[in-house]
């Protein structure tokens, strides 16, 4: 257990560290944030003609109401800590690799409804926007991010699990 925390702190050190980097903000950040907001003018526009992106925000034509996808906002911090823990959690390559790809896509789904949600709930209420915003969602796209881990755990099968050499030795 001791092994897994220590490797999990340090791949999650790592990983927002190069997230920090102003190559991968440049490179690879921006312009996934600015396809989320596509994909959710994308889906808003099944239903509401009004919406439009510039870049990283997203705009409604009907009233003027903006929002900005800023970091902490685009899902990465979360995918991250699950990236981290899959990491760091002695399975096969293959099972970590299938269980990141899921993941990542549980949590960009989930935060493809918290920024819609967000965009109509900014549009009726302010107050609301700042708590969904602030508390809500932001627990709940950590949270997905712990599910998605657990959820992985149960989906790896038995005899799976990458032991140490030493694990069963006794010491003495």
């Given at each position: 257990m001791a092994r897994f925390v220590l490797l999990f702190m340090l791949i999650l050190c790592a990983l927002f560290v190069a997230e920090l980097l102003p190559p991968v903000e440049r490179h690879v950040i921006e312009p996934f944030t600015s396809g989320i907001a596509q994909v959710c003018v994308w889906l808003v526009g099944l239903f509401d003609a009004?919406?439009?992106?510039?870049?990283?925000?997203?705009?409604?034509?009907?009233?003027?109401?903006?929002?900005?996808?800023?970091?902490?906002?685009?899902?990465?911090?979360?995918?991250?800590?699950?990236?981290?823990?899959?990491?760091?959690?002695?399975?096969?390559?293959?099972?970590?690799l299938i269980g990141i790809g899921l993941g990542f896509l549980a949590i960009q789904a989930l935060n493809l409804v918290r920024i819609i949600s967000l965009f109509y709930i900014g549009q009726w209420n302010r107050i609301w926007f700042d708590w969904f915003h602030l508390y809500l969602w932001q627990a709940l796209i950590v949270l997905d991010a712990l599910v998605a881990f657990l959820i992985w755990l149960r989906w790896l099968p038995r005899g799976t699990r990458s032991v140490p050499a030493d694990a069963g030795a006794v010491k003495g």
């Open positions: 009004h919406a439009f992106s510039i870049g990283k925000e997203l705009h409604s034509s009907a009233n003027g109401f903006a929002i900005s996808i800023e970091r902490g906002c685009n899902g990465v911090e979360a995918v991250i800590i699950l990236i981290a823990a899959m990491l760091a959690y002695p399975a096969p390559w293959r099972y970590k």
